[in-house]
């Protein structure tokens, strides 16, 4: 924790990390927590005092009373959404309204966003990317042409606006012949507008920078994972914004000397939902098993993740692009029960070995792994790393020469009591 500064904590992979959890252990350590891209196909699950959370647009920070969290401009809102999962944790014992803040340069998801979102992904036939349907390619590109809605307009001339860019909308699925009925929807939808301007809607940008210049601490969450970056991830499989530690700066308004840490967060394994490349993926028992004793699901969709063996290649170039200063390592209770481990150390791409992470790892790749000795112990109800099993100190070592960056946390379990902080 840095006073004056933002830490980042982000995903390595290809998401689905444990960054909710690690939002929540961290939290008590920081004044603020903003999350700055993403929106509704992000699912950070937390499990404390037996209960079971899933937030898919509010920060992880929200649980610990005292603290301000900001949705940032880099993220995508859509107010009926937010409007459920707000009222949920409203009536689980969490008020909200007063330690929420919302941008006005967040961008809003419309109903005829989804609707478009499937239109384009029924065009694409086999090639589908796999998207949660939640509008959120659709709303980005709006953004980026500069027709897009966002929270602010909801606070004068929202009518016209809303209307001027339905019809745009409108005019498209049309043109592709889509048909669709929104009724419903978009009368929840008002319902959510009117809902969110019961919160300080913001101009968070001054808002966080004054608190730096307070001298608070910022931690900003990320949503997704490295490996989905719509510019450094495997595109066109990807979600549609900058996951990276630079989408920190862009998506709150900061400037890049305000960084300290840089919080990298991984599995000791790997999953993927949806398509898209996966080099180390296994199509075999251990790979089913992975999943089961890892509940490898997603939060938010419910689909079944695809899981494989931990991608170094493809870490260290994570680890790389986003500046990475510490390594947390999660679910590491999963492998308790393996004899052997493998873990991916370069690539062989058309026959000819790298450990860079390449262009395309769509076509010719084969992972080439190192094998390591499994602990073959339940971990799950340690307290120190003083008893981790020597096989798991190894494995831990070997990835730290191996990725040349500190793994400071681990997490043993989902609760936040599972979770140990290195000496």
């Given amino acids: 924790m840095n006073k004056g500064k933002v830490d980042v904590l982000l995903g390595l ?10 939002v929540d252990v961290l939290t008590p350590h920081y004044d ?5 891209q993403g929106g509704p196909n992000a699912g950070h699950t937390l499990e404390f005092e037996g209960q079971k959370y899933v937030l898919r647009s509010i920060p992880s920070g929200i649980f610990q009373g005292d603290k301000v969290n900001v949705i940032g401009n880099g993220v995508v809102l859509a107010p009926d959404l937010f409007m459920d ?6 009536q689980s014992g969490h008020p909200l309204r007063q330690r929420l803040h919302i941008s006005k340069k967040a961008h809003l998801i419309m109903p005829t966003h989804r609707v478009l979102d499937a239109a384009y992904e029924a065009q694409k036939g086999k090639n589908k990317v796999g998207t949660t349907g939640k509008g959120i390619g659709p709303t980005y590109t709006d953004k980026v042409s500069r027709t897009g809605l966002r929270v602010g307009d909801i606070l004068e001339g929202f009518d016209e606006k809303y209307a001027a860019a339905k019809a745009r909308h409108e005019a498209i699925l049309r043109s592709l012949g889509f048909e669709y009925d929104i009724t419903e929807v978009e009368r929840k939808w008002m319902e959510g507008v009117e809902y969110l301007r019961q919160f300080p809607i913001v101009d968070s940008e001054h808002e966080i920078n004054d608190y730096l210049r307070q001298g608070k601490s910022v931690l900003c969450e990320g949503a997704q994972g490295t490996m989905l970056d719509v510019d450094f991830g495997s595109y066109p499989f990807v979600t549609s914004s900058n996951t990276i530690c630079a989408g920190a700066c862009t998506g709150l308004g900061i400037g890049p ?6 919080y990298g967060i991984m599995k000791a394994y790997c999953t993927r939902v949806g398509a898209g490349p996966f080099p ?5 028992e251990t790979g089913k098993l992975i999943r089961d004793l890892g509940h490898e699901y997603g939060a938010v969709t419910g689909r079944e993740r695809r899981c494989g063996w931990i991608d170094l290649v493809a870490l260290r170039y994570s680890i790389m692009v986003n500046g990475v200063t510490q390594l947390i390592m999660m679910k590491s209770d999963v492998l308790d029960q393996f004899t052997t481990i493998k ?3 370069a690539y062989k791409v058309n026959g000819q070995l790298t450990r860079n992470f390449p262009y395309d790892i769509e076509h010719g790749i084969e992972p080439v792994y190192e094998e390591l000795s499994g602990w073959q112990t339940d971990m799950t109800r340690f307290t120190s790393e003083d008893q981790f099993p020597q096989q798991f100190r190894e494995y831990i070592s070997f990835l730290e020469k191996e990725l040349e960056t500190p793994i400071t946390i681990i997490s043993i379990g989902p609760d936040r009591e599972q979770t140990i902080v290195r000496k």
């Fill in 13 to 22: 992979q290809w998401g689905d990390e444990g960054k909710g959890k690690v």
């Fill in 32 to 36: 603020v927590v903003a999350r700055f």
């Fill in 85 to 90: 999962e707000a009222r949920a944790l409203e």
């Fill in 257 to 262: 000397n305000r960084i300290g840490e840089v």
């Fill in 280 to 284: 180390t993926e296994l199509f075999d």
């Fill in 343 to 345: 873990a991916c150390t």
